[in-house]
């Protein structure tokens, strides 16, 4: 019999337990992962990076205080963060957090030190107001420090986070070398890619020429979108840069796609003759996809004019990937004007595996063609499936040594332009070029961190309407019907333990 004298007691007891459990809690930190992707916990490449510190790491954490819940979650995040980083290294990681909203000294420092704050809406009182915040940190290792001015949420904290402290700590930097002339876009029009191969690699650029070979300096070469032919005798220095080990990165445009024109034509460069050699055909077709992106085309509403998209076929939007270290954890990326990869290799020394594949539903057209940009696609135009538009070639593909090829059957697809013509391109279509650099050219793992993190789960642009329907109520009323059902089931067992007191008998 349940006495007011055992109640009290069983209530101290519980009250101490919390307390001692929270004690034991505060000094040793862990976590259960159960994320798909593991993204809170260290992968094998940082835990590499961090017993390999000889020296501190210092970590200043700028971080505001009093943000709303969705963004003071990065902040929590990125301290757990730092703990195991500290735990892992052995305490060669140290790192301290900097509200700098607290004082105008302390927001300078932040500033002259390259972390930059952003303007957030925070509701106070019924009102919305912009503040101030700071979400970045700054790396210190010696007399070298490193920057990551905002760290977005979603973002991969451990990516930024190791990839800096590598850097920070690296002797020497491969070198990483970008093909030149022949109508190939200048370094300056690949902004984001540049901008993150620099991270871990010297980027530079080099031009074929008589007098000399292709330098061994570089681990590995890339080539992105030539519209001119190139003279056969330079792909003989091709093949001597992969027999001394090389690898190589192809983006090439087999067609061409001018919407000014509405037409779209062949381009030879001479690739198409040394790949075929490997086994390896670039086809002389355009794609096209059901799952594409659209153009935006000026139509007449009514009185108005206005700019509206249009699905266009020959923007296909690749998301079947193979499970290999270049494509993981890639949701969507755009490959405008693209064609098909056809694998027809004999030597068995060679092993090519396709990257990336189109949907089920697509299909070819052979140049020259007329874009009709007002067609109504049927489902007729799109019988073919999965046909090839990356593939990585491995083997002894020039002479005796083995070395690595991966080819990207569009060339258009990392290239942002230049000036007034510059666009902004969505992270994946950077990430599966950058990742391909890294496979080829670094052997930490660290190509593992850059897409960790789920970004998007699109539906399925071939689902029904009434099916997309059905999802969207679904997942809006279930979790309100699981709510009222988990209410409705806590009354009942609040109610019986009510009426079990009642009829006990206190002395």
Same mark, same amino acid.
């Given at each position: 019999?349940?006495?007011?004298?055992?109640?009290?007691?069983?209530?101290?007891?519980?009250?101490?337990?919390?307390?001692?459990?929270?004690?034991?809690?505060?000094?040793?930190?862990?976590?259960?992962?159960?994320?798909?992707?593991?993204?809170?916990?260290?992968?094998?490449?940082?835990?590499?990076?961090?017993?390999?510190?000889?020296?501190?790491?210092?970590?200043?954490?700028?971080?505001?205080?009093?943000?709303?819940?969705?963004?003071?979650?990065?902040?929590?995040?990125?301290?757990?963060?730092?703990?195991?980083?500290?735990?892992?290294?052995?305490?060669?990681?140290?790192?301290?957090?900097?509200?700098?909203?607290?004082?105008?000294?302390?927001?300078?420092?932040?500033?002259?030190?390259?972390?930059?704050?952003?303007?957030?809406?925070?509701?106070?009182?019924?009102?919305?107001?912009?503040?101030?915040?700071? @979400?970045?940190?700054?790396?210190?290792?010696?007399?070298?420090?490193?920057?990551?001015?905002?760290?977005?949420?979603?973002?991969?904290?451990?990516?930024?986070?190791?990839?800096?402290?590598?850097?920070?700590?690296?002797?020497?930097?491969?070198?990483?070398?970008?093909?030149?002339?022949?109508?190939?876009?200048?370094?300056?029009?690949?902004?984001?890619?540049?901008?993150?191969?620099?991270?871990?690699?010297?980027?530079?650029?080099?031009?074929?020429?008589?007098?000399?070979?292709?330098?061994?300096?570089?681990?590995?070469?890339?080539?992105?979108?030539?519209?001119?032919?190139?003279?056969?005798?330079?792909?003989?220095?091709?093949?001597?840069?992969?027999?001394?080990?090389?690898?190589?990165?192809?983006?090439?445009?087999?067609?061409?796609?001018?919407?000014?024109?509405?037409?779209?034509?062949?381009?030879?460069?001479?690739?198409?003759?040394?790949?075929?050699?490997?086994?390896?055909?670039?086809?002389?077709?355009?794609?096209?996809?059901?799952?594409?992106?659209?153009?935006?085309?000026?139509?007449?509403?009514?009185?108005?004019?206005?700019?509206?998209?249009?699905?266009?076929?020959?923007?296909?939007?690749?998301?079947?990937?193979?499970?290999?270290?270049?494509?993981?954890?890639?949701?969507?990326?755009?490959?405008?004007?693209?064609?098909?990869?056809?694998?027809?290799?004999?030597?068995?020394?060679?092993?090519?595996?396709? @990257?990336?594949?189109?949907?089920?539903?697509?299909?070819?057209?052979?140049?020259?063609?007329?874009?009709?940009?007002?067609?109504?696609?049927?489902?007729?135009?799109?019988?073919?499936?999965?046909?090839?538009?990356?593939?990585?070639?491995?083997?002894?593909?020039?002479?005796?040594?083995?070395?690595?090829?991966?080819?990207?059957?569009?060339?258009?697809?990392?290239?942002?332009?230049?000036?007034?013509?510059?666009?902004?391109?969505?992270?994946?279509?950077?990430?599966l070029f950058v990742n391909s650099i890294d496979f080829l050219s670094d052997d930490t793992g660290l190509i593992d961190?850059?897409?960790?993190?789920?970004?998007?789960?699109?539906?399925?642009?071939?689902?029904?309407?009434?099916?997309?329907?059905?999802?969207?109520?679904?997942?809006? @009323?279930?979790?309100?019907?699981?709510?009222?059902?988990?209410?409705?089931?806590?009354?009942?067992?609040?109610?019986?333990?009510?009426?079990?007191?009642?009829?006990?008998?206190?002395?």
């Amino acid at each position: 019999m349940l006495t007011r004298k055992k109640l009290q007691s069983n209530g101290a007891l519980v009250i101490a337990i919390v307390v001692v459990l929270n004690l034991f809690a505060a000094k040793i930190f862990f976590r259960l992962d159960f994320t798909e992707d593991q993204r809170y916990s260290l992968s094998n490449a940082t835990k590499d990076i961090l017993e390999n510190l000889e020296n501190t790491v210092t970590v200043k954490a700028y971080f505001s205080e009093n943000l709303p819940p969705d963004i003071a979650k990065v902040r929590t995040d990125f301290r757990d963060l730092l703990i195991e980083y500290s735990n892992q290294s052995d305490g060669n990681v140290v790192y301290e957090f900097i509200n700098p909203n607290v004082d105008q000294q302390t927001e300078m420092e932040a500033q002259q030190n390259g972390v930059q704050p952003i303007m957030i809406n925070v509701r106070e009182r019924d009102q919305t107001k912009q503040q101030r915040a700071y @979400l970045g940190a700054i790396l210190q290792f010696g007399d070298k420090k490193e920057v990551i001015p905002f760290i977005q949420p979603g973002a991969a904290m451990e990516f930024a986070l190791s990839t800096n402290i590598k850097k920070l700590t690296l002797e020497t930097k491969p070198k990483i070398g970008f093909l030149q002339g022949y109508g190939i876009p200048a370094l300056a029009e690949l902004q984001q890619v540049k901008q993150q191969l620099s991270v871990l690699y010297n980027v530079e650029t080099f031009e074929f020429s008589d007098t000399s070979s292709i330098s061994n300096k570089y681990k590995t070469i890339a080539v992105v979108a030539p519209t001119d032919s190139i003279p056969d005798r330079y792909f003989k220095q091709l093949d001597d840069f992969m027999e001394n080990g090389g690898n190589i990165v192809l983006a090439l445009n087999r067609v061409n796609g001018d919407l000014q024109k509405v037409q779209g034509s062949s381009i030879n460069t001479g690739f198409e003759k040394w790949l075929a050699d490997k086994g390896i055909e670039l086809e002389n077709n355009f794609i096209i996809d059901s799952n594409s992106g659209s153009i935006m085309v000026r139509q007449q509403q009514g009185m108005f004019v206005m700019n509206l998209p249009v699905q266009f076929p020959y923007l296909p939007k690749i998301s079947t990937f193979a499970d290999h270290p270049i494509t993981k954890g890639l949701e969507t990326v755009v490959f405008p004007f693209a064609s098909s990869i056809k694998i027809a290799t004999k030597d068995s020394s060679i092993s090519v595996i396709p @990257l990336a594949t189109t949907s089920q539903n697509t299909g070819t057209q052979t140049p020259p063609i007329y874009f009709d940009i007002n067609k109504k696609w049927k489902k007729s135009d799109f019988m073919q499936s999965n046909l090839p538009v990356a593939i990585i070639a491995e083997g002894k593909l020039a002479g005796n040594t083995n070395s690595k090829l991966v080819l990207f059957s569009d060339g258009d697809f990392v290239v942002n332009g230049i000036g007034q013509q510059a666009q902004q391109l969505q992270p994946d279509n950077v990430n599966l070029f950058v990742n391909s650099i890294d496979f080829l050219s670094d052997d930490t793992g660290l190509i593992d961190l850059r897409t960790k993190g789920i970004t998007s789960r699109p539906i399925d642009p071939n689902l029904e309407n009434g099916t997309k329907t059905l999802l969207k109520y679904f997942n809006f @009323l279930f979790p309100i019907v699981l709510i009222i059902l988990y209410g409705i089931y806590r009354w009942n067992i609040r109610k019986r333990i009510k009426k079990q007191l009642m009829n006990i008998d206190y002395v």
